[in-house]
């Protein structure tokens, strides 16, 4: 009797455990940095839901969250619903923070949905201008691919005037690519040159380029 009361109640646990996950769509997915070729560990995984119940609802409702292994890996259940869409928000302190949409066609209804999310690494550029030639302007802008980040150097001129000019200017960009710091400046007796420099940016660094004119 007592092997049968046991035997029952493992039943019993297995058939709600069952029914849990019958109730919920599985998230089973990755963070990766592709351009430094690794798993992205400890970041931040939120996801979020635009519900279908009751009409169109535009806003985006938090259903969960999680935090990346060592492997990268982050796992979240859902409440099964109806929904328009789903958002998964990625932020990690030495990346750009990303935003990634999923379409409830994509995720399956009994088994986990799984995606590799991939996020750019930081990197900065710090233009030192300085002007030792007693020149009137500089014109310059960082060009570098950037895709869709609205962190990253916007790829507009800066302007500076002025004789006694020693500053720097700094600003992010996605790590592990060659950049250049294109422009001109006008000399003292209104001639125009070129600005022409470039560098490699290595990820979580800080990349200076020397403007002398």
């Known amino acids: 009797m007592r092997t049968l009361l046991v035997t029952v109640m493992l039943v019993l646990t297995t058939m709600v455990g069952c029914k849990k996950k019958s109730d919920v769509f599985m998230f089973d997915c990755t963070v990766y940095d592709e351009r430094v070729d690794a798993a992205v560990s400890g970041a931040s995984v939120t996801m979020l839901v635009q519900r279908a119940d009751g009409g169109f609802n535009p806003n985006f409702e938090i259903v969960g969250s999680a935090t990346t292994d060592a492997s990268g890996r982050f796992y979240i259940e859902v409440e099964k619903g109806v929904f328009y869409a789903y958002r998964v928000d990625v932020s990690h302190p030495t990346h750009f923070n990303e935003s990634f949409s999923i379409n409830p066609d994509d995720v399956p209804f009994s088994t986990a949905y799984s995606e590799t999310f991939v996020i750019d690494p930081k990197a900065w550029i710090a233009t ?25 150097c916007s790829g507009g001129n800066t302007i500076v005037q002025g004789a006694n000019v020693d500053s720097v200017f700094i600003c992010p960009v996605y790590g592990e690519q060659q950049i250049s710091v294109a422009g001109n400046y006008v000399d003292e007796n209104g001639g125009v040159h070129q600005i022409a420099e470039t560098a490699y940016v290595q990820a979580f660094d800080t990349t200076t380029v020397t403007v002398i004119y």
């Open 128 to 152: 030192h201008l300085i002007n030792q030639n007693m020149s009137q302007t500089a014109t310059f802008a960082v060009v570098a691919n950037n895709g869709n980040c609205t962190e990253c």
